[in-house]
């Protein structure tokens, strides 16, 4: 006897809720009209649902999401990077408090003490006829960050074999939900075939139809709420086996339009703004940004930075400013549009060399124009890199803070946690270096002007 069991799946939706309405009525009424005709559904979300560049997830701290997928009627989610490493400890530990659905992530624990209730390795869910379903699920190896943030990491692909062979002897069929990227569930598909499917995500990559590697199916979908997907396993009560397993994506903007949806997505941003909306601190002139140049308001950042850090100087890109500081009052409004980035700060140790390789790379004449996507990014262009407290004389001598660098000193530099991944600055990735969590770039502005406006 065959069993048709359907799986719809989304992930990296990065909080963009354009068509959230659309896809989640679509996905309700195909599992109204699978569970009148017999046949089990399930809905899971493989991680980064939430976003904090986004108005509303910032406003409720990503509990909002939390409600969203509630209503949506999800069966099981895990976290990705943006649920694990942008918010505290503590927010991380409560966020899924008040969750109807299943949080599975087997590769992250507390430090110290428990770690949440909702944290589970695994679950099993049981169809309408009596098939068993092992769902596995692991996250990013962000390990760095999670232990700043007093979460522990085990390794993701050793840890996903070994529940999938434990899992084998007590299952008919394993599924696993992977916020690892394509490479690495190429690889998990490569050493572990006892899993049946690997539900994609985190590299935003899609795949139409899925991908098989050795006899396991990936899929993968895009991003921003582009596609859903929709996977149909065949299970043969009798033999005991798949016999049939394929996914397709659906586009999310072809999907019949619902009423009020744009009511809908206008009602979280106008929360998000009712909530943000707060004054933080009041300045006594306005502070312009520039993308190319040296401004007012990068000026005052990096005064903020280098208190911040305790370095010895700073490096950014003047990008991340998206619009300039208002005078007089200015709300938490005003600086998560200004910093909307899920971006944290980094102190550096270098070498007098090192700095000065360092120097002569930030005059890359093309950066300046690249119209960066990721890494935490969510600017327009990339901006000029500005120096602070460090330059180089006309004998190509280091220069910190005006006077000649000490050739045996090591020195501290702040800057942005995108430039430690090494696509900008490759010896920053090996570098010793002190990630500063988990306030953003907004936190600590805010923190420092309520101090410097009180002047």
Known sequence: MLEKIHIFHTNDL???????????SYVKEMRNKLGNIGETSYLFDVGDHL????????????????????EAGYDVVTIGNN???????????????????????????????????????????????GTKIGVIAATAMFEVYYEELNW?????????LRLAHQLREEVDIVVCLSHLGITEDELLADECPEIDVIFGSHTHHVLPEGKVINGVLLTGGGKFGQYTGHLIIEYDKKLRKIVEKKDTL??????????????????????????????VFTTKKAYNKEWFHYSQ?????????????????ALFNAGIFLDGLPKGIVTALDLHRIFPHPINLCTIELSVAEMKEIYMQSKNEE???????????????????LTYGFSMNE??????????????????????????????????KYAKKQYILPEFLRNIMIDYGQRFFKQ
């Open 14 to 24: 990065h909080s963009h809720f354009k068509y959230w309405p659309r896809m989640q």
């Open 152 to 160: 522990h990491m085990d390794d993701a692909r050793s840890t996903l």
């Open 51 to 70: 976003d904090r560049s986004n108005i509303y997830t910032e406003a409720t701290v990503g509990k909002g999401n939390v409600r969203l997928l509630n």
């Open 83 to 129: 649920e694990g490493i942008t918010l505290s400890h503590e927010e991380l530990f409560h966020l899924y408090d008040n969750a109807n659905f299943d949080v599975v992530v087997a590769n992250v624990y507390a430090s110290h003490g428990k770690k949440p209730a909702w944290m589970k390795p695994y679950v099993i869910l049981t169809t309408a006829m």
């Open 367 to 385: 950066w300046p124009y690249i119209e960066l996507k990721g890494l935490g990014f969510r600017g327009v262009i990339f901006g000029k890199i």
């Open 250 to 279: 659906i586009h999310n903007k072809d999907l019949p339009i619902v009423k009020n949806e744009q009511k809908v997505v206008q009602f979280l941003e106008d929360e998000g703004n009712r909530i943000l909306d707060t004054p």
């Open 395 to 428: 004998n190509r001598q280091l220069l910190i803070n005006g006077k000649l660098a000490d050739q045996n000193h090591i020195y501290k530099l702040v800057t942005l946690d995108l430039f430690t991944f090494g696509y900008f600055y490759p010896s920053f």
């Open 297 to 313: 308001l990068s000026d005052l950042f990096a005064h903020a930075i280098l208190e911040k850090s305790g370095a010895d100087c």
